[in-house]
């Protein structure tokens, strides 16, 4: 069974820093893309980073690009959120999320819908 587990949430002030942890186990897709997803009280989900971890590539929403890094470590199984220059709107519960991946090229990484599996979130509170 696919199991995926975030931690790392908390309280941050504007302009600071957090480190969002996704540990994956169980018996994953041979080729896959991991993503994080985002979602705010009273707003849809919204993917805000993928990795297709076969190969490294990445991507990222326009509301973070430039602030957000999706890094991996596939020894340990673990894909990370760093999240950089923080903003109230960034409050969110934080999920982690995992798919089938034919290739890089795959479209629409950052549509909940084709996500199979799923952590069961971490709150994100960007407050002064």
């Known amino acids: 069974e696919v199991r995926l587990v975030e931690s790392g949430g908390g309280l941050v002030q504007p302009g600071g820093s957090l480190r969002l942890s996704c540990s994956v186990s169980?018996?994953?897709?041979?080729?896959?893309?991991v993503a994080w997803f985002r979602q705010a009280p009273g707003k849809e989900r919204e993917g805000v980073a993928s990795?297709?971890?076969?190969?490294?590539?990445?991507l990222y929403s326009e509301s973070v690009k430039g602030r957000f890094i999706i890094p991996q470590d596939r020894l340990e199984n673990k894909v990370y959120l760093q999240m950089n220059g923080l903003k109230p709107e960034d409050r969110a519960v934080y999920y982690c999320?995992?798919?089938?991946?034919?290739?890089?090229?795959?479209?629409?990484?950052?549509?909940?819908?084709?996500?199979?599996?799923w952590g069961q979130g971490t709150q994100v509170t960007v407050s002064s």
């Open positions: 999320a995992e798919r089938f991946g034919r290739s890089s090229a795959d479209q629409d990484v950052l549509i909940a819908d084709p996500y199979n599996y």
């Open positions: 169980g018996m994953t897709y041979s080729s896959n893309f």
């Open positions: 990795i297709y971890t076969q190969a490294g590539k990445t």
